[in-house]
């Protein structure tokens, strides 16, 4: 797929930084009566950009 006739070129670019780190960590609760919990978060980090998510899982096994 291109752009109309008559549109001019354009150009994105993110500059990310060289290095980058990636970070993890997490917490499980197992319960006695079959509940689990976990809570998760996950990072990825540069000198110039950032990143970061988080999740939460409830489970219960019957």
Same mark, same amino acid.
């Given at each position: 797929?291109? #752009?109309? #006739?008559?549109?001019?070129?354009?150009?994105?670019?993110?500059?990310?930084?060289?290095?980058?780190?990636?970070?993890?960590?997490?917490?499980?609760?197992?319960?006695?009566?079959?509940?689990?919990?976990?809570?998760?978060?996950?990072?990825?980090?540069?000198?110039?950009?950032?990143?970061?998510?988080?999740?939460?899982? #409830?489970?219960?096994?019957?």
């Amino acid at each position: 797929m291109s #752009a109309p #006739a008559g549109t001019d070129p354009f150009k994105s670019t993110l500059d990310t930084g060289r290095i980058f780190g990636q970070v993890s960590g997490g917490v499980q609760v197992l319960g006695k009566k079959g509940m689990d919990v976990r809570l998760q978060y996950d990072g990825l980090l540069s000198n110039k950009v950032r990143s970061h998510s988080g999740s939460l899982k #409830a489970s219960w096994q019957f």
